[in-house]
């Protein structure tokens, strides 16, 4: 079955603790991104992949990071997390273009 | 990519069709109209693209006008499973999100 696969779904952290959500895709596929959802403010990108070891800046990077050693996999890295990162979180994968773009079940993320 | 506007919120009365309207006057030449679909807060869920012409699949229609500034997206008999929120994107490299329209089906 095609899946994308989100590590934890739910987690509460405290403000600085280093954290990361993983994120498995099982398609093969090129193109992976990470959005965050907000009340009132939709779905935001993050960051996006179009390969291995290629990544790039979305809309709302600051305070996160990336990698994509390995086509499967495309964790986020919270280095030091803060209140405002508090957020629903979800990964994406998908063939070049991000055509039909598979979505993860998502993380909800609390920073206190 | 260009942007999209949608009306913020819709109903629709079960087994009629749903027809969700999107703007995109800023459309350019290699960019598609896709649409996507979330349930509450679960991941989104990819429904149709296209191109130019009209499309169709086992979910919806889309209708993208000839000058391609403007599309609909129609669920021919929409269920209350339908329920969700609707997102018209236009881009080519990236899905920039907007507000989408929330589209209530009622009994």
């Known amino acids: 079955e095609a899946q994308v696969t989100q590590n934890p779904r739910y987690l509460i952290t405290v403000t600085g603790k280093k954290l990361t959500v993983t994120c498995s895709q099982n398609m093969n596929h090129e193109y992976m991104s990470w959005y965050r959802q907000d009340p009132g403010l939709g779905l935001r990108q993050i960051y996006y992949s179009m390969n291995v070891e290629v990544t790039d800046k979305g809309d709302v990077p600051e305070g996160y990071k990336v990698s994509r050693k390995e086509k499967r996999n495309f964790p986020l890295i919270l280095e030091s997390p803060s209140p405002n990162q508090t957020s629903l979180y979800f990964c994406?994968?998908?063939?070049?273009?991000?055509?039909?773009?598979?979505f993860g079940q998502g993380t909800r993320l609390t920073v206190v | 990519d260009a942007k999209t506007t949608q009306p913020p919120s819709m109903d629709c009365a079960e087994g009629r069709a749903a027809n969700l309207p999107c703007n995109h006057s800023t459309i350019s030449g290699n960019e598609y109209v896709y649409w996507y679909r979330q349930i509450h807060s679960q991941g989104p869920q990819y429904i149709i693209h296209g191109l130019k012409n009209n499309e169709t699949n086992e979910m919806a229609s889309l209708i993208i006008t000839e000058d391609r500034k403007s599309s609909t997206l129609i669920l021919p008999h929409a269920t209350l499973r339908d329920t969700a929120v609707y997102y018209c994107i236009v881009g080519y490299e990236a899905l920039n999100f907007g507000k989408g329209t929330s589209l209530l089906v009622t009994p």
């Open positions: 994406a994968s998908s063939t070049p273009g991000f055509t039909e773009a598979f």
